[in-house]
């Protein structure tokens, strides 16, 4: 590692802009002994530490495989399309790299094939659209449907093109050989780096030893970056989930088949219907029922449906007794479904996602059953609802699955200890025998930023606070001449901020929501003196260099929303074993989400700025140290005078 990291090594004499970092060197030297000696790995690397080329190097240096799993499609691009190819040229060692996005990006021709005789399109921009999409599929490399960058995002028929797995007949495919996610598959397989995103990578765990759907060939290591997003993103894998949608579009895949068996052809489309009109009746027990808009959770009680085993009819619900319906519907269909004569391959597929839906819509139902270690609710967006359960604690199933599973785990972030401990994390993944460390940051944070904490803030819950705070942030973007983000921690206190805010500065106002992140961003990069108000989305993976951003205003602590079922399932969880869910989760938590915050700021060792947290929780509770203790050691005041006086200096 030193003849490459090291201050005359090859990154020195081949990098234009490389410059000797320490932390980078010994983050570098831990993943490689890591690799070597087959044993995890938790780094915690700030902005600035240079971490991607550190475990790309070692892990490049093993000539084994080894997926890199990424939070966003941002790094995954920024690895694939420059970090990658600056290793090819300058490391001596050639190596192959291949970039996995998850199934539904990819085109599956089998399905295409069949949409050209069915009725899936609704006017004629879709026919445009789907013509497009048939002459690109016939000539693209990848099948991957970012290539084609004038579809609209949300193409409503593109989820009945896609190559997701539960539609895949895998090697019975006639077009299996031609197949993307075939080809794709072959070029991982031909890869020694595979760089994928965390859903893709989970989805893949959880169906590995299963016959189909897999994508990922066998690796011997994984890295992920951004790590402290992977508890949320396992979870999801490794639950259940029905939706209106899935319900649907298997009952529209059902009507598109063409069957030479003409009786049990009709058997199907006759319990298909069925199964269609009782779902609308189910779809009822929930938020108002299936068509209707908006947006809600709602936690799913035991009382509210069904007693008993499924079969019995002890005890059941109005609702319960249209989950019944429901199920014996699914019945009479999988029975039609397995009376096919000579049935053709894409009835398997169809079998088997029907054997789904039934499988995950009892385990999600039949509460009274239901351990306690599964949190399940129900979820409106727009005009679907999903049903959903998953796992509270997911350090068991990721001990299993995974740590037990692969030899070397890497896990990096910016933000992976809270109060200068790994426990948080290693707690909630269950990763034991880590090896730790924490690689020193390359930025003088003592004299890039000022932490300003405003004397006087009424308590987040006090009426009073909104004014307060919007107060203090007209003066400090008159101290900072806008150039800030304001991370607000719920939209209904970003709107009003801005409200209370805007006529009071004469600097250009963004708001989160006003178009897309991505658009909102290009436009706060090239505004000059812009303010931006945000939440949740622009709390992480943002990237704003220079002057642009010199300052972030943070208004609450991030805690969790408590209302948030899987947020009260994990307190729940922890109180009722007697410990306490606060100190154990609810802080490190927000102290995991305010460190992201914060990293938006400085981005570069020339960037400079203000740091404001106006909840003054931080100063006037105990737990308020621990959030202190976690940022970067830098300066302090309560006097907005030094705010003035740290702009007016440069
Ligand atoms: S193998 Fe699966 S994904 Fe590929 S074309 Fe066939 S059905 Fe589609």
Same mark, same amino acid.
């Given at each position: 590692m030193k003849e490459i990291f090291g201050r005359n090594g090859l990154l020195a004499r081949r990098h234009p802009e490389y410059e000797f970092r320490k932390g980078q060197f010994a983050m570098a030297e831990a993943v490689a002994r890591a690799l070597e000696d087959r044993r995890h790995l938790l780094v915690e690397a700030g902005t600035g530490t240079g971490k991607t080329l550190a475990y790309l190097i070692p892990a490049i240096a093993t000539g084994r495989r080894i997926v890199v799993s990424t939070g966003t499609k941002n790094l995954q691009e920024q690895l694939y399309y420059k970090d990658i190819p600056f290793l090819q040229k300058v490391l001596p060692k050639s190596f192959r790299a291949t970039y996995l996005k998850g199934r539904s990006n990819y085109v599956c021709l089998k399905r295409l094939e069949l949409a050209e005789d069915s009725p899936l399109l609704e006017g004629l921009e879709d026919i445009d659209h789907f013509e497009e999409i048939n002459r690109w599929a016939s000539v693209t490399e990848t099948g991957d449907r970012a290539e084609l960058t004038d579809l609209p995002t949300n193409l409503p028929f593109?989820?009945?093109?896609?190559?997701?797995?539960? @539609?895949?007949?895998?090697?019975? %495919?006639?077009?299996?050989?031609? %197949?993307?996610?075939?080809?794709?598959?072959?070029?991982?397989?031909?890869?020694?780096?595979?760089?994928v995103n965390h859903h893709l990578f989970f989805a893949d765990l959880a169906l590995r030893g299963r016959e189909w759907g897999q994508v990922l060939p066998d690796y011997d290591a994984v890295i992920f970056d951004e790590a402290h997003q992977i508890e949320d993103v396992a979870m999801q894998y490794f639950g259940a989930s029905v939706s209106t949608w899935q319900i649907a579009?298997?009952?529209?895949?059902? *009507?598109?088949?063409?069957? /030479?068996d003409r009786e049990s052809a009709t058997e199907i489309l006759r319990a298909g219907t069925r199964v269609m009109g009782l779902a609308d009746q189910f779809w009822l027990n929930f938020q108002g029922g299936a068509g209707q808009t908006g947006d809600s959770k709602m936690v799913l009680r035991r009382s509210m449906f069904f007693r008993g085993r499924p079969g019995e009819s002890t005890d059941v619900t109005p609702a319960g007794e249209r989950y019944l319906a429901l199920r014996k519907a699914l019945d009479r269909l999988i029975a039609a479904l397995k009376m096919v004569g000579d049935p053709p391959a894409e009835l398997e597929a169809l079998q088997r996602r029907t054997d789904q839906i039934k499988f995950d819509l009892d385990f999600i139902m039949h509460l009274e059953a239901a351990d306690d270690t599964f949190v399940r609710w129900s979820e409106r967006r727009g005009r679907g609802i999903t049903l959903q359960a998953v796992?509270?604690? =997911?350090? =068991?199933?990721?001990?299993?699955?995974?740590?037990?599973?692969? $030899?070397? &785990?890497?896990?990096?972030?910016?933000?992976?200890?809270? *109060?200068?401990?790994?426990?948080?994390?290693?707690?909630?993944?269950?990763? $034991?025998?880590?090896? $730790?460390?924490?690689?020193?940051? *390359?930025?003088?944070?003592?004299?890039?930023?000022?932490?300003?904490?405003?004397?006087?803030?009424?308590?987040?819950?006090?009426?009073?606070?909104?004014?307060?705070?919007?107060?203090?942030?007209?003066?400090?973007?008159?101290? @900072?001449?806008?150039?800030?983000?304001?991370?607000?921690?719920? *939209?209904?206190?970003?709107?009003?901020?801005?409200?209370?805010?805007?006529?009071?500065?004469?600097?250009?106002?963004?708001?989160?929501?006003?178009?897309?992140?991505?658009?909102?961003?290009?436009?706060?990069? @090239?505004?000059?003196?812009?303010?931006?108000?945000?939440?949740?989305?622009?709390?992480?993976? &943002?990237?704003?260099?220079?002057? /642009?951003?010199? %300052?972030?205003?943070?208004?609450?602590?991030?805690? =969790? &929303?408590?209302?948030?079922? &899987?947020?009260?399932?994990r307190q729940n969880f922890i109180d009722q074993q007697g410990r306490s869910s606060f100190g154990e989760y609810s802080v490190p938590a927000a102290v995991i989400n305010l460190k992201q915050g914060v990293g938006r700021l400085i981005r570069s060792a020339s960037d400079r700025g203000v740091l404001s947290i106006l909840d003054p929780r931080l100063v006037t509770k105990s737990y308020g140290q621990q959030f202190i203790s976690s940022l970067p050691a830098c300066r302090v005041t309560r006097d907005i005078e030094d705010v003035h006086k740290f702009f007016a200096s440069h």
């Open positions: 593109w989820r009945h093109l896609d190559a997701r797995s539960e @539609s895949c007949i895998g090697s019975k %495919c006639e077009k299996f050989e031609n %197949c993307f996610i075939t080809r794709a598959r072959q070029r991982a397989l031909e890869s020694e780096i595979i760089i579009d298997l009952v529209g895949d059902l *009507n598109r088949l063409s069957l /030479a796992p509270i604690d =997911a350090s =068991a199933i990721l001990s299993d699955r995974l740590f037990r599973e692969t $030899e070397t &785990v890497v896990l990096t972030s910016a933000t992976l200890t809270t *109060n200068g401990t790994f426990d948080f994390i290693r707690t909630r993944l269950g990763i $034991e025998g880590a090896v $730790e460390m924490v690689a020193e940051s *390359n930025y003088d944070y003592q004299n890039q930023v000022l932490l300003y904490l405003p004397p006087r803030m009424p308590e987040p819950r006090e009426s009073g606070f909104t004014a307060a705070a919007a107060t203090e942030i007209i003066s400090i973007l008159k101290a @900072s001449q806008g150039r800030a983000f304001v991370l607000c921690t719920s *939209n209904a206190q970003m709107t009003s901020l801005r409200k209370l805010v805007e006529p009071e500065i004469d600097f250009p106002v963004f708001m989160q929501g006003d178009g897309s992140n991505a658009g909102i961003l290009a436009r706060f990069r @090239s505004t000059p003196h812009a303010v931006l108000f945000a939440t949740a989305g622009f709390w992480q993976g &943002v990237d704003v260099r220079g002057e /642009a951003l010199s %300052c972030v205003i943070i208004d609450k602590l991030p805690f =969790a &929303v408590p209302s948030d079922p &899987v947020v009260a399932a």
